[in-house]
């Protein structure tokens, strides 16, 4: 992935400037001709170059289009929100060249539905009882296949109609459990739901360095050769993450029964310090770092995290914060008397909640998208910033 910096004051105006050039059908052709140099695909033509050029101008300028109606109550803004990222989907499918996709194979697949669906527990109390399902038609579905995202193992054939039908609950995913894997929420979703986060701080741990030392002095002692690294002796390696939070609910027993890439979780004492943390063990070929071996996610709002994948098959945070905001586009859109309870009633917690979140997402979002669909890691430094170029 190419790099691209940036120097600005205004970090979210750079952000649009750079957005706003995709509405020019000759830019967006410029760069899917970039894209097709670094992965040629013999499969797309000059027409189809062209074509994929016009769709993405056409949904980028949809969701700016979305994205500037500049909304002020919190139901407008889940809407325009959602609208927003379903264009910017559209827009980084269409100018993928891993396909053929143009703007109207991508329609097929919208005029079909959004993909998603809500279905609620009777017997429950929201919003541990409002649930969102995969359908195996429709946008998400198809996003999620241009993704590589085998949806097959949690979408469903059909919309199921009410809880209690005879389906598999595992294939549902809660409200509130969407809430829990936004990074940039992990350090007060327990504030707003009683729960604790489902994504996590994590970085190198210092166990691998007295790990390493212990093995240099082997080392030393068997062979009398200092080396700076012990040599690796087979095709695997372990490598320590510690996990940093500050809720008391995140303990061994709580990480160790979640579907994580690491395993055998323990409380750790940090070197020289009173400071106390959890550290678990990710196993990883010898020949990578941790680093590349993790899928892990960072923003301006939120630390190097670890996510817990959504229906044990993808972190994609897209993909979460697409079927976070559907489903409360859902609400807004058609329980006015649930959202009337959220917004000022006796369940405005979670009102709050939505409201942190949605202005939050705001200056990460648009970021992520730009960056998906310019295959481009973007850095944007404020003057005067130690990161920054001179």
């Excluded at 929201?126 to 995969?134: G, K």
Aim: proline share 5%; charged share 20%; with cysteine.
């Amino acid at each position: 992935m190419r790099n691209e910096n940036f120097k600005a004051e205004n970090i979210d105006e750079l952000v649009w400037l750079r957005i706003n050039r995709l509405k020019s059908v000759k830019l967006c052709e410029n760069l899917i001709r970039n894209k097709l140099a670094k992965t040629p695909n013999p499969a797309i033509t000059e027409e189809i170059i062209k074509s994929k050029a016009i769709g993405l101008s056409s949904a980028i300028d949809s969701a700016i289009g979305y994205w500037q109606t500049s909304p002020f109550s919190v139901n407008a803004k889940v809407l325009s929100r959602y609208y927003f990222l379903l264009q910017m989907t559209i827009a980084e499918q269409v100018s993928s060249v891993r396909n053929v996709d143009d703007l109207k194979t991508v329609q097929k697949h919208t005029e079909n539905g959004h993909g998603l669906s809500t279905i609620v527990n009777q017997d429950g109390e929201f919003p541990y009882n409002y649930y969102t399902a995969s359908i195996r038609s429709g946008h998400f579905y198809s996003y999620a296949q241009s993704l590589g995202i085998n949806t097959r193992k949690f979408d469903f054939e059909k919309r199921p109609r009410t809880f209690t039908d005879n389906i598999d609950k595992s294939k549902l995913v809660s409200i509130i459990d969407l809430f829990r894997r936004i990074p940039e929420l992990s350090n007060v979703i327990e504030e707003y739901t009683e729960q604790p986060p489902l994504s996590f701080h994590v970085g190198y741990s210092n166990s691998n360095m007295r790990d390493d030392s212990e093995a240099i002095k082997r080392h030393l002692e068997d062979t009398g050769e200092l080396l700076f690294k012990a040599p690796i002796t087979n095709s695997e390696r372990t490598t320590y993450i510690s996990v940093y939070s500050e809720s008391m609910k995140v303990t061994p027993e709580y990480l160790n029964s979640l579907n994580l890439p690491l395993k055998d979780f323990k409380v750790s004492q940090g070197q020289g310090t009173n400071e106390r943390h959890i550290t678990g063990q990710l196993i990883h070929p010898s020949s990578e770092i941790w680093n590349r071996h993790l899928k892990t996610y960072s923003s301006s709002y939120a630390p190097t995290s670890l996510i817990v994948p959504l229906w044990n098959e993808t972190s994609d945070i897209i993909i979460i914060n697409f079927t976070l905001l559907y489903t409360l586009s859902i609400i807004v859109r058609y329980l006015p008397d649930l959202w009337y309870r959220i917004n000022s009633g006796d369940l405005n917690h979670i009102g709050s909640l939505t409201e942190y979140y949605v202005s939050v997402i705001d200056h990460i979002i648009p970021l992520k998208m730009l960056e998906r669909i310019t295959e481009a890691r973007i850095s944007i430094h404020q003057p005067g910033s130690l990161f920054g170029p001179l």
